[in-house]
C-alpha cells in the first residue's frame, strides 16, 4: 500500500467518523461544510477558544447548546478534530486534506461535499479576517475570488473520466489554496524551545 493509499484511507475514516457524528445528532448541515468554516477561521489568523468552537459546532449542526453536556462524545471528538485540523494546517509537510468523502461516493455527493466545505472556507475566512482580506496580495485575492466560483459550481455533474479528473484538480486547488491563506494570515510556527513572547 503506497503512502498515498494509506493517506486517502485515513482521510476517508475521518469523513465517515463526522458523518457518523452528525447522524447520530441528526445534524441538518453537511460536515465538510463545518470543517470549511474552523479551516477558514484558522487560516485566516484566529484561534477559538474551546467553549467557543463546542458553540458553534452547536450552531451549526443545528443542536440546543445543552447537547455538549448530554453527550459523551461530541466535544471530545470536536475538541479532537480542532486540534487535529490546526496542526495539520500549521505542518511543514503540507499534509493537511479538507474533509471530504473519498471516491467510494458518487461524483455528485463528492462535488456537493466539496462546495459545502468551500463555502464553510469563505464564511470562516470572512468573519475572521473581515475586512483585512481586501488589503491581501493579489494572488490571495484572485485565490478567494476563484473560491467563490468553486462555491457556485453546480452540484450535477456527471461521472465521467474527464469530470472526475476535474473534480480532483480543483480539489487540490483548494487544499493547496487553503493552505496558502493559512501562511498568509499566520506566524510561522517558533521552534520548540523558543522563548515565547507576551504580546
Given at each position: 500500500m503506497s503512502?498515498?493509499?494509506?493517506?486517502?484511507?485515513?482521510?476517508?475514516?475521518?469523513f465517515?467518523?463526522?458523518a457518523?457524528?452528525?447522524?447520530?445528532?441528526k445534524?441538518?448541515?453537511?460536515?465538510?461544510?463545518?470543517?470549511?468554516?474552523?479551516?477558514?477561521?484558522?487560516?485566516?489568523?484566529?484561534?477559538?477558544?474551546?467553549?467557543?468552537?463546542?458553540?458553534?459546532?452547536?450552531?451549526h449542526?443545528g443542536?440546543?447548546d445543552?447537547?455538549m453536556?448530554e453527550?459523551?462524545?461530541?466535544?471530545?471528538?470536536?475538541?479532537g478534530a480542532?486540534?487535529?485540523?490546526?496542526?495539520?494546517?500549521?505542518s511543514?509537510?503540507m499534509?493537511?486534506q479538507?474533509?471530504l468523502?473519498?471516491d467510494?461516493?458518487?461524483?455528485?455527493q463528492?462535488?456537493e461535499?466539496?462546495?459545502?466545505?468551500?463555502?464553510?472556507?469563505?464564511?470562516?475566512?470572512?468573519?475572521?479576517?473581515?475586512?483585512?482580506?481586501?488589503q491581501?496580495?493579489?494572488?490571495i485575492?484572485?485565490?478567494?475570488?476563484?473560491?467563490?466560483?468553486?462555491?457556485?459550481?453546480s452540484?450535477?455533474?456527471?461521472?465521467?473520466?474527464?469530470?472526475?479528473?476535474?473534480?480532483?484538480?480543483?480539489?487540490?486547488?483548494?487544499r493547496?489554496?487553503?493552505?496558502?491563506?493559512f501562511?498568509?494570515f499566520?506566524?510561522?510556527?517558533?521552534?520548540?524551545?523558543?522563548?515565547?513572547?507576551?504580546?
Amino acid at each position: 500500500m503506497s503512502e498515498s493509499d494509506t493517506s486517502g484511507a485515513a482521510r476517508a475514516a475521518e469523513f465517515e467518523r463526522w458523518a457518523n457524528v452528525f447522524t447520530a445528532h441528526k445534524a441538518f448541515s453537511h460536515p465538510s461544510e463545518l470543517h470549511g468554516v474552523l479551516c477558514g477561521r484558522l487560516a485566516a489568523g484566529t484561534r477559538i477558544e474551546e467553549q467557543q468552537w463546542l458553540a458553534m459546532v452547536c450552531e451549526h449542526m443545528g443542536l440546543a447548546d445543552l447537547a455538549m453536556e448530554e453527550s459523551d462524545d461530541l466535544a471530545p471528538f470536536m475538541y479532537g478534530a480542532y486540534e487535529k485540523t490546526l496542526a495539520q494546517l500549521q505542518s511543514s509537510e503540507m499534509t493537511f486534506q479538507p474533509l471530504l468523502p473519498d471516491d467510494d461516493y458518487a461524483i455528485e455527493q463528492r462535488l456537493e461535499a466539496l462546495i459545502a466545505w468551500v463555502r464553510g472556507f469563505l464564511e470562516g475566512m470572512a468573519l475572521a479576517a473581515g475586512a483585512s482580506l481586501g488589503q491581501a496580495p493579489d494572488e490571495i485575492r484572485e485565490l478567494i475570488e476563484d473560491m467563490v466560483a468553486i462555491s457556485q459550481l453546480s452540484e450535477d455533474e456527471e461521472s465521467d473520466d474527464e469530470s472526475e479528473q476535474q473534480l480532483l484538480e480543483i480539489t487540490e486547488y483548494v487544499r493547496l489554496g487553503a493552505l496558502a491563506v493559512f501562511t498568509e494570515f499566520n506566524e510561522p510556527e517558533k521552534p520548540a524551545g523558543a522563548t515565547p513572547t507576551l504580546h
